[in-house]
């Protein structure tokens, strides 16, 4: 484990955990969280993000890699190493943050406390949105708050002939956009739970859930090159 000098070691009573996954290990863009967008790599802007939100005490990288160590170390976040079994590519999300939980230790001091689970393939994601899935549960008015856009869309699906059939409209009668349900679909920039129901389930979804929205434009999620080179050109949301 390392950790950041500048990062308090206490554990206070209530902590909200911002937990950032890194792994070196990325097929598709090799070492994708050290790629810049704008000034800087993806996950120095989720840090940054981080530290801009009012209501966060505590931000660490879960990383296998020394050079994304070193550049979270840059940027003011705590470090903890993830063992081997922790860093293949099946490897979920709630293991990493798991694992950050634990090794924080003294788990009863984090009763009623938060973690944020912030995904660095996000790039666009402000303070004020860590801030809007946090607020509602520490006040309790939520278990469960993640970043999302809103849409209305005439959804189908296939069914067992493997034709497609209408999931939430009738295909003969083409209603009002604003008419269809809306939809939260989900950006994967920012999940927020209750720690004791996240060790628990092992889950970013627990009991009472919620969405924030996000502009579209916002909801960017960085999975290839293409998505990358996309992300470098949106230079007005930088």
């Known amino acids: 484990m390392v950790t950041n000098s500048k990062e308090p070691t206490q554990l206070f009573e209530r902590e909200v955990v911002c937990v950032i996954p890194a792994r070196g290990g990325s097929k598709g863009i090799p070492l994708k969280n050290l790629k810049k967008v704008g000034d800087h790599s993806l996950v120095a802007r ?6 801009g939100a ?12 020394a050079d994304i160590a070193s550049e979270a170390l840059r940027y ?5 190493g993830r063992p081997r079994n922790l860093s293949g590519d099946m490897v979920s999300s709630e293991s990493a943050v ?17 973690v944020v689970l912030v995904q660095a393939t996000s790039p ?18 939520a278990d469960s708050v993640f970043t999302a856009k809103l849409a209305h869309p005439f959804s189908w ?21 604003q008419v269809i349900p809306p939809t ?28 924030h929205a996000v502009e579209p434009e916002r909801a960017l999620e960085i999975d290839s090159w293409e998505e990358l080179e996309l992300a470098q050109r949106m230079t007005w949301l930088h």
């Open 76 to 80: 003011g976040a705590q470090v903890i």
């Open 124 to 141: 666009f994601t402000k303070p004020q949105d860590l801030d809007e899935t946090v607020r509602p549960v520490l006040t309790g008015t």
């Open 46 to 51: 989720s840090i940054r993000a981080c530290f």
């Open 184 to 211: 939260w679909i989900e950006t994967g920039a920012v999940y927020t739970t209750r720690i004791p129901l996240f060790m628990e389930s092992q889950s970013r979804f627990n009991g009472r859930i919620k969405a």
């Open 98 to 114: 798991s694992h950050v939980i634990r090794s924080l230790g003294v788990l009863p001091k984090l009763q009623d406390s938060v």
């Open 54 to 65: 009012e209501l966060t005490t505590r931000v660490i990288v879960s990383t296998d890699h």
């Open 157 to 177: 699906h296939e069914s067992a002939n493997g034709f497609l059939q209408p999931t939430n409209h009738e295909g003969q009668e083409r209603l009002p956009r």
